[in-house]
């Protein structure tokens, strides 16, 4: 078989403009910095980044403008290519501004290899909850290839993986389930008509699944921030017994996905 791509799945940061800023009583800033020393133990030189949202937990677009300009120099120095897209708690227009400043793709697709990356926005600003604009979708639909377009699958087809904030799934959390993306049926319906969408890795839910939709694989990872939610849980919840992480994903030539969740 042949060498994959290597790529880190980080998110859910809620870093702040404060560095001294704490969450569940540990800093927040350092819980970050510990995720990264230990995912650049476990892959070195990954191929690729992604930060699927929330990023800031600020609250002012002065506050929100010092930490995105902060995070955006420190991944630039530490990775060679990273993406990353905003989430609920995030400013959505700095995020699309800010990141590209520093080669970091904020919207849109970025393809390495024989796989496509596409950043699909589900976030509202203000609100817990996820949904897909008709904008999102037609960026989903333009990016795949119909099933009926081209029978023939060659060996240098391109595979897809699809970044989101929201889950796209039910958690059985009914507070989490609540907020998850509120037209996922759209979302599962067009990708139906598609080929090759081999992945959707998604933030917000501060724990870590693994699950499929009829062939394409779901996948949720830790937060990286101090605190991380308790699965199963049908109110808000706080599961003391985990630690932050990250996942890790190694994605081979012919759409193969091997992960692995990692945790501090």
């Not at 995070?71 to 609920?88: S, V």
């Not at 796209?168 to 049926?185: F, H, I, P």
Request: net charge negative; glycine share 6%; aromatic share 6%.
């Amino acid at each position: 078989m042949q060498s994959p791509l290597q790529v880190l799945h980080i998110t859910d940061l809620h870093l702040m403009a404060d560095e001294n800023a704490l969450m569940a009583g540990r800093n927040i800033l350092d819980s970050f910095t510990d995720v990264l020393a230990a995912a650049r133990q476990k892959v070195p030189s990954p191929d690729l980044v992604i930060l699927s949202g929330d990023l800031s937990h600020d609250e002012d677009k002065a506050d929100y403008l010092v930490t995105y300009t902060r995070l955006a120099k420190m991944l630039k120095q530490l990775f060679r290519k990273t993406i990353c897209i905003p989430g609920n708690h995030d400013d959505i227009e700095l995020v699309k501004r800010i990141f590209p400043l520093y080669d970091i793709d904020a919207q849109g697709t970025f393809s390495l290899d024989n796989w496509q990356f596409i950043l699909v926005d589900s976030s509202q600003m203000g609100i817990h909850e996820g949904w897909l604009a008709e904008t999102e979708l037609g960026l989903l639909d333009r990016a795949l290839k119909d099933k009926n377009s081209d029978k023939n699958s060659g060996p240098g087809e391109m595979h897809n993986l699809v970044v989101i904030h929201h889950p796209v799934v039910e958690l059985n959390s009914a507070w989490l389930d609540r907020q998850r993306v509120g037209n996922a049926d759209k979302l599962f319906e067009l990708l139906a008509r598609k080929k090759n969408v081999q992945g959707i890795i998604c933030g917000h839910a501060h724990q870590a699944y693994d699950t499929r939709v009829d062939e394409i694989k779901i996948m949720g990872t830790p937060a990286t921030c101090p605190r991380q939610f308790t699965p199963l849980s049908s109110e808000f919840s706080v599961d003391e017994s985990v630690t932050p992480g990250f996942r890790c994903l190694d994605l081979y030539p012919d759409g193969n996905i091997k992960t692995r969740v990692c945790r501090l």
